[in-house]
């Protein structure tokens, strides 16, 4: 989600303070699951409680009386808002991934519903542009993982797929204890190669927007494209510490996306 406001700056105000409405909501919601001091499926259960307060009746939350206006405004359906709820949820529950199938089912909960919504506030519902917005979301969602595997590591969660490491010859004895094999690399290189297919495969998108939300999109895209380049460069250093993206490489993806929406693809490099 670090992705989201990146070119809030494109959007006319009235949609800017709705995506901020939007993106409070996704932040108090990624807080509850993950940085709370209280209980986080007490209080993630609050949120669902204030979340159908905001379409049948009057929620209390701040977070959530800034929402209900835009959700009346843009006449969101609360699918999306469920969704990333019950991400949320289930990462109190759920660690470990075995294959891609988990995995992927649980980016349509984490990472897809910000982009439907998104798309749904400039009344895009077309199934096939959303199907390119689920592409980028999730590939977003993969590289931020793939930066992040020091750090989900510490807290006990592993988004590498058990298959991904076996298919590799690396081992999850292996992944707990830090060691980092050439299978441990070689899982982490196909996994980051399925980031980047996603990615770009979600680029079509870009020329169906309207007016500066192709550069936004190009953005994202960029971006991410920019953040799996980081893990890769990154090498055995992303078992230990995050591969952030760089300001240089994001101020390079930004400009970049000002002329590169006009491609049938995105540049081979970002």
């Known amino acids: 989600m670090e992705n989201f406001p990146i070119a809030?700056?494109?959007l006319r105000p009235r949609r800017r303070e709705a995506r901020a409405a939007i993106y409070g909501f996704c932040r108090l919601v990624d807080d509850l699951g993950d940085e709370s001091m209280g209980e986080p499926r007490a209080l993630l259960e609050l949120a669902r409680a204030e979340l159908d307060a905001c379409y049948s009746g009057h929620p209390q939350h701040p977070v959530f009386q800034r929402l209900q206006p835009v959700?009346?405004?843009?006449?969101l359906e609360p699918q999306p808002f469920q969704r990333l709820i019950q991400a949320n949820l289930q990462d109190?529950?759920?660690?470990?991934?075995?294959s891609w199938a988990e995995l992927d089912r649980y980016c349509t909960l984490s990472a897809t519903p910000v982009g439907e919504l998104v798309l749904a506030l400039e009344g895009i519902h077309d199934p096939e542009l959303v199907g390119?917005?689920?592409?980028?979301?999730?590939?977003?969602?993969?590289?931020?993982?793939w930066q992040d595997v020091a750090s989900d590591r510490a807290r006990g969660r592993r988004y590498l797929p058990l298959a991904v490491l076996h298919e590799h010859?690396?081992?999850e004895e292996e992944w707990w204890s830090g060691a980092v094999s050439p299978g441990m690399l070689a899982a982490e290189t196909h996994a980051v190669?399925?980031?980047r297919r996603l990615l770009i495969d979600g680029w079509p998108l870009v020329g169906q927007v309207p007016g500066l939300?192709?550069?936004e999109m190009a953005t994202f895209i960029l971006c991410g494209l920019g953040a799996t380049e980081a893990v890769l460069e990154a090498g055995s250093r992303v078992f230990s510490e995050k591969a952030s993206l760089s300001p240089a490489r994001r101020r390079r993806a930004v400009w970049q996306a000002c002329w590169a929406w006009?491609?049938?693809?995105?540049?081979?490099?970002?």
């Open 193 to 195: 190669a399925r980031a």
């Open 92 to 98: 109190q529950e759920l660690l470990r991934y075995p």
């Open 213 to 215: 939300m192709k550069m």
């Open 262 to 270: 006009r491609l049938a693809a995105p540049p081979r490099s970002s």
């Open 132 to 145: 390119f917005s689920d592409s980028i979301c999730t590939g977003l969602q993969l590289a931020n993982m």
């Open 71 to 75: 959700i009346d405004r843009f006449k």
């Open 169 to 171: 010859g690396a081992t």
């Open 8 to 10: 809030a700056w494109l």
